[in-house]
């Protein structure tokens, strides 16, 4: 049944932030933009300086506009920081990060939502204005913040992944907003239409869990699990980089690409791992799942683009 689509997609992604904008530029050089669409994690949102800032967001989208600091791996590329040196001071806040010109983002879309129009049209019109093809979509219009309980206190998960530097143990994540929060429109329409849906390698509770979390995107995806492949952002049982490790065992779930296989063995029918797990495949095929292994470390843009056709071949 492909009636009263409205919203078509060859290919839907689910996003977080740094991890998957490795591979969301590997698939945007060898495919038309124009044939993808993003679910973007909105769980780091946050309100500063009076300002809405969307971390994932604006990760993806600076990554598709072709002036992300590939360095960095967020914000625009040659930066200045003046603006935020003054807010600093003004707000007493010295541990958040944002350049001049990702102020300007922030304020564009701060203005939009000020004016009446939803985080989806505030997103449209940003990656309109920058020239971006693809779809990018939040997964949600409504505040949804994660928070992580730890010892010393419970705090936004960017103050705990800034400030903190994921350090303090973590006793329990809280999804704040969650219970009102209802998916775009258009994210079911890609999950029916898409040829395949690709998991990026993101932090499965705090990037994907949160998408996941979402009323009725879940099911969706159940659904839909033929078409859908993800790849394993933890290697050799630790993440490259951010706390996804820490958080899985936090939820008593194994760190590792089969911990990951297991957290998404509802919604997935294949799952790509890393060449270095090679052992670990055949507990994962276990599962019911194919488990596929590739050189999945996005080092520089050959790596990118290897992983994203390795993805686009699988036979399904
Ligand atoms: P965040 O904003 O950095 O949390 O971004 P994400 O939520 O997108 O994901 C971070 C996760 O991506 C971490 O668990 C990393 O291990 C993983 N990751 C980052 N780079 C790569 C890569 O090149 N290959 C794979 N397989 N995983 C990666």
Redesign the pocket.
Known sequence: MRGNIINRTKYLLL????????FVKGIASVVDQEDIAIVV?TG?DIDLFGLKIC??LD?ITYTLAGVVDDQK?WGFQDESFNCLNILSKYYGIGWFNAGDKDLATHIFRTDLIAKGFNKYEATQAITQKLGIKARIVPMCNEEFQTYIQTPSGTMHFEEYFIKERCEPRVIKIEFRGNKNARPIKAIFDYIKSAERIII????PI??IGTILSVLGIKEALKNAHKKVIA?????KGA????P?DKLMEALGHEASCVGVAKYYQDIISHFVI?SEDYDRKIEIDNLGIQAHCFD????DQKKKEDLARFVLDLEL
């Open positions: 996003a977080g932030g740094v991890g998957a904008a490795k994690n780091d971390p994932d990760i791996g990026c390698p993101s932090n705090v990037s790849i394993s952002p933890i290697i993440t490259l980089k951010g996804a890393d999945t470390i996005m080092k």
